[in-house]
């Protein structure tokens, strides 16, 4: 079974609206990571938060985390249709750093016109 | 942003031939990395790399596999023999300091298709 995953696997919305994308995982960590993967590039990181924080925000991005439901979840306000991407989550599994990062396999996210 | 290059970004080569995956990272960081990402799984650890050694691997980090960064030039990963199943997309990955202060940058991947 995996040690993270996103749901949904994929979402759509139009332009504009909100979206969120979840995350469960199954060790204890040190940080939690939110990246994101466009077509043809490699993953760029979003948001990282610490297991002692609920919730961190970059821009129109916020990222929460409760570590007693081993959860996490990101939100994207105001999309935009650059946003499309895929979306993954990454745990360090309790390394003390992004050293050796566990990634689930994303959500797929297209923002609509 | 920092900006990781992968030379090249497709590798086609027959079954028990030896390839050599290129990465360029970024200019002043000092630890280095690669993924492994079969089609339609998730992204896994391969290595990481400092100081001219190799700091942890995992199980995926075959026989066949190594890694070098020769004076400052391309982090390399050579796989020799290659295999079937090492066909996926290695990601590369470079960062200026390990702990939770860690950003990881990585390169958009080269597709590697062992026929």
């Known amino acids: 079974s995996q040690l993270a995953e996103e749901n949904p696997w994929a979402l759509s919305v139009h332009e504009g609206e909100s979206v969120t994308v979840n995350c469960s995982y199954k060790t204890s960590i040190t940080a939690l990571q939110w990246y994101r993967q466009k077509s043809g590039e490699g993953p760029a990181q979003l948001i990282l938060i610490r297991s002692n924080e609920r919730e961190k925000r970059n821009g129109r991005l916020r990222a929460t985390l409760d570590t007693s439901s081993q959860s996490s979840s990101l939100s994207i306000t105001a999309t935009r249709c650059e946003d499309t991407a895929v979306y993954f989550c990454a745990t360090d599994a309790d390394t003390g750093g992004a050293d050796r990062l566990t990634f689930g396999k994303g959500t797929q996210l297209i923002i609509q016109p | 942003g920092p900006k990781v290059l992968q030379i090249p970004s497709h590798q086609i080569i027959d079954m028990g031939q030896m390839v050599t995956l290129n990465c360029d990272p970024v200019s002043n960081h000092l630890y280095f990395y690669w993924y492994k990402q079969i089609l339609g799984q998730q992204m896994e650890f391969l290595v990481n790399?400092?100081?001219?050694?190799?700091?942890?691997k995992s199980k995926l980090f075959k026989d066949q596999f190594s890694v070098e960064r020769p004076d400052g030039s391309y982090f390399t990963l050579k796989i020799q023999p290659t295999a079937l199943e090492d066909s996926a997309v290695y990601f590369c990955?470079?960062?200026?300091?390990?702990?939770?202060?860690?950003?990881?940058?990585f390169g958009a991947g080269t597709r590697l298709s062992v026929l």
């Open positions: 990955a470079s960062s200026l300091v390990l702990g939770d202060q860690n950003t990881l940058y």
């Open positions: 790399f400092y100081n001219g050694k190799v700091m942890e």
